[in-house]
């Protein structure tokens, strides 16, 4: 009865049902049914069946009277040579009463997806592959502003687990440190796709699968994600790519003729301009020598044979120099012994940007020496006080970090970073204190430096030192800097250098080592030891000139000459 209904519902195309009836019913229940398969593949059942024998000629015509009733068709623009366009297939699909389901909604089947076995859950972040149960694919994420890539360190959860909010999944390491990567929600891991140890991992790309049910775990032992996030969408219309050969094919004359016209006009007019004997002209092409390399010895500038064989015997002769030295080379490179050591992510992406800082911010230095004995001294009461009252001791850089981030107060013109269209002026000092660590230079941040004591200063720098040599610092321990100070001094006894400024910041400061001076006395005849320490300020000309940048360096020098102003 259903078949009949659909029949006189449609009485215009009774004009071949007999002769369908017969052969192909299936075709007619997809023909009449133009709701459920807007003509999708009408045109090639029944030319199949046509083929078989089991429709006339009137097809054509009867198929096309039909395009023209149907309400929806206006919309596909039916071409018989572009017949594939508009083939699909349903697998999986229980075709009456997929129609039927289609039909009563009045949806077309067009881009539906029927997996058999297993209802589509319209979840937000699950997909659903032909084939496998609802799923979350976990890309990897982002977790600091320059990170375009990761590499996976460990993984803390085994295929299998059960996995909570909050739940440490796996630690990345980032571009600055190892961070750890939570879970977000409830669920089982099914299955690891970049284990650990993986590297160059781009940011998006799949690491692993969660479901939400424990038995859908053995369903995923052998899956494997999709080359590209497009892949799943260029699936469907695969059979749409002969109509883009056919427009390729429309065109072939202009696209390859333009380029031969154009080469051999611009050709030309340089043949033209050369005079050659047709004997050169020979050996030149045999040669494939270009004769406007070539300065001609024969009349009026002529290229003659000689001109020729002249240039042959010199070409010779380079070639003949040129063998010994690579052979040279080549020796000296397989005696030499070597390990090829592989880039950590930390050291790529600090090579990346201090490259783009020496190339793009236009560096100048100004060095001063400040005179440390009061600052030594001072030192000397506090670390007394210190272990008086059970605190860590304070460092000489403990007392730089603190007089830099007064001095920032003070020029809070260098305390700024360039943009494009203006110059940002920060109103926190937040300091910035470079870590060497096995996997690269770090640089954890002290934030808001100017308005902590130095004791607190002296923790701080100690517990995010141990951090950044323990690969555990989060993005909130080195991100959101505006100024940074490094220490060779110190640690490695370098009396002086010049630091790369770390953008977007514009200012960095160079701490060399304390040495002991021989300085004029009280009277022209008497001498006396001081101890001194070299410091060179790096400075964005962009946003900081030479004459703040001096006026920097001089309130700095004050603190550190005058070490109890940095108390009050």
């Not at 996976?152 to 390491?173: F, N, Q, T």
């Not at 891991?189 to 998006?204: M, Y």
């Not at 390729?248 to 031969?260: C, D, F, N, R």
């Not at 033209?272 to 050169?280: C, E, Q, T, V, W």
């Amino acid at each position: 009865m259903s078949y009949a209904s659909h029949i006189f519902a449609h009485s215009k195309k009774l004009k071949i049902a007999h002769s369908l009836l017969q052969h192909e019913p299936t075709i007619v229940v997809r023909w009449f049914s133009n709701r459920a398969r807007p003509f999708i593949g009408i045109e090639d059942d029944i030319l199949a069946a046509c083929q078989h024998g089991c429709v006339s000629g009137e097809i054509n015509g009867a198929c096309k009277s039909s395009i023209r009733c149907s309400s929806t068709a206006d919309s596909f623009h039916f071409k018989a040579r572009n017949l594939a366009i508009f083939k699909t297939s349903s697998v999986g699909i229980h075709e009456r009463n997929a129609l039927r389901t289609s039909m009563k909604l009045e949806t077309p089947m067009t881009g539906l997806v029927f997996n058999k076995g297993s209802p589509v859950h319209p979840r937000r972040g699950y997909s659903t592959d032909s084939g496998l149960p609802p799923h979350q694919e976990i890309g990897m994420p982002s977790l600091s502003p320059t990170m375009t890539e990761g590499n996976i360190a460990r993984w803390l959860k085994k295929e299998g687990d059960k996995v909570s909010p909050g739940e440490v999944l796996c630690e990345v390491e980032t571009d600055k440190a190892t961070v750890e990567m939570e879970c977000m929600e409830e669920g089982y891991l099914a299955k690891i796709l970049r284990g650990d140890g993986a590297k160059e991992i781009k940011v998006g790309e799949l690491i692993a699968i969660t479901v939400e049910d424990e038995e859908d775990i053995a369903k995923f032992k052998d899956y494997e994600p999709s080359q590209s996030g497009a892949a799943p969408a260029t699936e469907g219309p695969s059979d749409s790519a002969p109509p883009k050969e056919e427009k390729v094919e429309e065109h072939p004359t202009p696209t390859l003729s333009e380029p031969k016209v154009s080469k051999a006009a611009a050709a030309s007019p340089a043949e033209d301009r050369l005079f050659a004997s047709p004997l050169a002209r020979k050996l030149a092409e045999d040669h494939n020598i270009p004769l406007s390399s070539l300065k001609g010895t024969g009349p009026d500038g002529r290229i003659v044979k000689a001109d020729i064989e002249d240039y042959l015997a010199s070409r010779g002769k380079e070639v003949s120099k040129a063998a010994p030295k690579l052979e040279t080379a080549a020796a000296a490179a397989a005696a030499l012994d070597y390990t090829d050591l592989p880039h950590s992510q930390i050291r790529k992406i600090t090579a990346s940007r201090l490259l783009l800082s020496k190339q793009t911010i236009p560096h100048y230095y100004l060095t001063v020496d400040t005179r440390v004995d009061k600052l030594m001294e001072l030192r000397s009461q506090l670390n007394s006080l210190q272990e008086a009252s059970g605190g860590k001791r304070i460092s000489i850089n403990d007392l730089v970090i603190k007089a830099a981030a007064l001095a920032l107060r003070k020029v809070p013109q260098c305390n700024s970073s360039w943009t494009n269209d203006y110059i940002r002026q920060y109103h926190n000092v937040n300091i910035n204190v470079a870590v060497q660590t096995e996997n690269g230079l770090l640089v954890p941040v002290i934030k808001d430096a100017d308005k902590k004591g130095l004791s607190k200063i002296a923790d701080e720098v100690k517990l995010l030192a141990q951090k950044a040599k323990e690969n555990s610092l989060k993005p909130q321990d080195y991100e959101g800097g505006t100024f940074t100070v490094t220490n060779l001094g110190g640690p490695f006894g370098i009396k002086q250098f010049c630091a790369i400024i770390n953008p977007p910041q514009s200012g960095i400061l160079a701490v060399g080592s304390a040495e002991k001076r021989v300085i004029p006395g009280s009277d022209s005849d008497q001498f006396k030891v001081a101890n001194f320490m070299s410091v060179t300020l790096s400075c964005d000309h962009r946003v900081i000139d030479g004459a703040i940048g001096a006026e920097w360096l001089k309130a700095f020098k004050g603190y550190i000459e005058n070490p109890e102003s940095m108390l009050l």
